[in-house]
């Protein structure tokens, strides 16, 4: 039988089973303290219990920087969306260890960032702290992080992406290009839209990579099947590709990497400056290949034509993509 005892402001459950070494842990509330009782003794009951030891020494702002050296070890690089809200979960847990973390804590963690971000960022940062925590190949009695996703998912307070229809308007393009004068931002703006190509993908973007002769560009592109989880493909140049990329090469000047900023993630944040600067709201630079896959669509491009360029997988990751606008489906047909 469990002994719940209160220290301070909080119940400290303690578990003493004849063939087992003595566990304990402390919870928030009694209710907490009870439940986690039940399950352990439970677990020691049917045979399923495990020695999770190992785990209380090791601390979740460790699992965070485990996490990160396991890609970059590869030469991967964890782009900066996946940083930010790793480093949150550090920063909020520091010193916490995996052993000791309750549900309530991380459902306290979950409500303090929804107060400031939305219910599909916040449902990326939780699958970025499971992620954690499976990376970490720690034994766990049970995944705390993994029951605390369960019950936001049952209280729908974490949602799947919503699907975004933003489109540049005409006048936003010129704000755009007027402020941006001659820096690189407006060579990524016109590529990004001319092409559909992702940011990492412009970023990396070489002119040894373009053959204009047989008119296509070999993209190093995101694929879970092939080794590394990225393969190279070869997509169409088309003429306003073509067109975009002798403007920044003219403009930019000599050299084989078109942009030679150091990170993919400095040409969102230098579009998010430019934007705010010409006071336009609510669109990021990824709209643009949002943009670039309607243009094409409206004008004519036939689907599998579509996803040559794109590089989706099915029609129903195209679809996220395509907006058409109603007004000119109207005067075309």
Known sequence: MATIRKRGSKYQAQIRVKGYPPQSKSFA?????????????????????????????????????????????????????????????????????????????????????????????????????RQTVKNSRIKLQEDVVEIAIAELIRKKIILGSVWRDR????????????????????????????????????????ISDIDFKKGVIKVLRKDPKSEGGKKLCKIPLL??????????????????????????ASISDKFAELRKKVGITNLTFHDLRHEAISRMFERGMSVEQVRLVSGHSSLDQLSRYTNLKPEDVAKKY
């Open 239 to 264: 003429k306003g590709v073509r067109e975009a990329i002798l403007r920044a090469q003219n403009d930019i000047g000599e050299g084989d990497k078109l942009f030679r900023v150091k990170k993919s």
């Open 29 to 129: 509330t009694q209710a907490a303290a009870k439940a986690w009782a039940r399950r352990v003794e439970s677990s020691m009951d049917n045979g399923s219990w495990i020695d999770t030891s190992e785990s209380r020494s090791v601390l979740i702002d460790q699992m965070v920087d485990d996490l990160i050296l396991s890609f970059e070890r590869f030469g991967i690089e964890v782009p900066k969306t996946k940083i930010s809200p790793l480093k949150q979960i550090a920063r909020f847990f520091e010193g916490k260890s995996i052993h000791d973390l309750t549900v309530d804590e991380v459902l306290d963690f979950a409500a303090e960032r929804r107060k400031t971000v939305s219910a599909s960022t916040l449902q990326s940062q939780m699958y970025y702290f």
């Open 167 to 206: 489109r540049l308007e005409l006048h936003e393009y010129v704000l755009l290009m007027k402020a941006a004068k001659k820096h690189w931002i407006r060579h990524a703006i016109d590529i990004a839209i001319e092409s559909g190509m992702r940011q990492g993908e412009i970023h990396a973007l070489k």
